[in-house]
């Protein structure tokens, strides 16, 4: 790995001008304590269904802004100034604004704070790209991880975040799932972009010279089968775009990288070989979340998608009924995901006597993308139906399908003429 973690102060950092952009991802990442939102209670349940409602600030009921502090969320400075990293950890404003290479005055300034988009990575990222497309009004917000990401929008510091959910080769980030549970963000907006990897190294070198090639590790495993040709060692980076900024920061001789053609442009490497994964066509879905969920009116015409996750009682055919409640009424599933429950991953199910307790290794929670919007009541009575047998069950989103296909192309004028603003 070539980053270190931990709260640290990212170099090359230029002083910033309260308002203007921050260049440089803010690194919070050393003091991640986990959060957990699932809080079994006496009854089993774990929690009811959460269904968005306008107006409430999502992040004023999560462990984040914690009751520890025993005062109300009630004001922006005050989520500014001190804000809890879950479980005891504290993360003061002088240590947000240090993380961030920021004084606390412009920490502090509501334009610095406002419009900003979180994603991670670094520049020529395609996280950024995502960024840009589905909330051009944002400046976009780098980070070192996908979690910083979360932090950064439920602290306050961004006002929206984009993550990665899904790719049409690589499949789930699942670590994005994880953190979906454990963050009481809302899903507000999806959309998909066309990735097109290229092989790049330092100016002059050959494809036949390179013995390792760093990526993110969902871009390594698009390009598998071309790099098991290449007969290189593959090496794991945060971000795409990090990669070549490491490979042309430290001038990396016989490494090469896996990023966008804008990315090598931007940290002047040269581009070797393009469109290089497994299949051509590859399609990496992003979601945006805010800290309040969407608030959608009937006269809405788009085509809306909602997100859930629950949870299962033990014994035979429970997910077959669950997913029933969507089949019965002719509720299109759009994906089904499963993750181990972190926080209960075993349990022990007493038999219907109760003299003797089986013990159930595995235990998940399911996440349920489906088509059709909260407003809709063949939707809400789908949701009430599954809450009758699941113990958990909560909306992550309900919010407007992406129709349109972004492009990283250099062939797509629109977006180039997009990024070009920002270079
Ligand atoms: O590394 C990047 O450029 C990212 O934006 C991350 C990411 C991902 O996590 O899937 C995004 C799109 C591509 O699928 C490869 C990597």
């Known amino acids: 790995m070539q980053r270190t973690y931990g709260l640290q102060k990212p170099t090359g950092t230029r002083p910033l001008k309260a308002g203007r952009s921050v260049c440089n991802p803010i690194f919070l990442a ?23 409602t ?27 100034l001190v804000a809890s990293l879950g479980s005891g950890a504290i993360l003061t404003s002088s240590l ?13 300034n509501p334009s610095y704070v406002a419009a900003k988009v979180a994603y991670q990575g670094v520049p020529g990222a395609y996280s950024e790209v995502a960024a840009r497309k589905s909330c051009p009004d944002f400046e976009p917000l780098p980070c070192d991880q996908f979690e910083v ?35 009481r963000l809302h899903i507000i907006g999806e959309t998909s972009l ?5 092989l790049v190294a330092l100016p002059g070198s050959s494809k036949g010279e390179l ?58 490497l040269d581009v070797l070989e393009e469109g290089i994964q497994d299949v051509k066509d590859n399609v990496t879905r992003f979601i945006v979340l805010s800290r309040d969920p969407l608030v959608t ?13 629950f ?13 029933s409640v969507f089949a019965l009424r002719d509720i299109d599933l759009a994906k089904v995901e499963s993750r181990p429950m972190r926080t209960n991953p075993i349990v022990q199910i007493p038999s219907q006597d109760g003299t003797t307790v089986t013990r159930q290794n595995f235990n998940y929670l399911f996440y349920v993308d489906f088509v059709g919007s909260l407003m809709e009541v063949r939707c809400q009575n789908a949701l009430r139906h599954l809450q009758e047998t699941a113990p958990f069950l909560r909306v992550l989103g309900s919010y407007p399908m992406d129709m349109e296909l972004g492009s990283m192309s250099n062939d797509d004028p629109a977006m180039m003429q997009n990024m070009s603003r920002y270079n």
């Not at 107006?55 to 005050?78: H, K, Q």
């Not at 961004?158 to 963050?183: Q, W």
């Not at 066309?194 to 290229?198: F, S, V």
Request: hydrophobic fraction near 40%.
């Open 194 to 198: 066309a990735i097109n990897h290229c």
């Open 96 to 108: 947000i604004a240090k993380a961030a290479n920021l004084s606390i005055e412009e920490l502090s």
């Open 311 to 323: 949870s299962l009682q033990p014994g035979p055919g429970q997910l077959f009924k669950a997913l």
């Open 211 to 268: 013995k390792r090639v760093m990526s993110h590790p969902q871009a390594l495993a698009q390009c598998d089968a071309y790099l098991r040709r290449m007969s290189v060692v593959k090496e794991a980076v945060d971000d795409t775009a990090g990669a070549a900024q490491i490979v042309a920061r430290q001038g990396l001789q016989g490494v090469g990288a896996i990023c966008s053609r804008r990315a090598a442009e931007l940290y002047g």
């Open 297 to 309: 009116s009937e006269s809405d015409t788009r085509s809306y998608k909602t997100s859930i996750v």
């Open 149 to 183: 990401a979360f932090q950064a929008l439920s602290q306050w510091m961004s006002e929206r975040a984009v993550l990665p959910i899904e790719n049409s080769l690589g499949g789930s980030i699942h670590a994005v799932y994880d953190l979906l549970i454990r963050y």
């Open 30 to 52: 050393s003091r991640i304590a986990e959060v957990n939102t699932i809080q079994p209670s006496s009854s089993g349940r774990t929690a009811g269904m959460e269904a968005p």
């Open 54 to 80: 306008s107006g409430s600030r999502s992040g004023e009921s999560s462990t984040l802004l914690s009751p520890m502090f025993g005062r109300s969320a009630s004001s922006v400075a005050d989520h500014r």
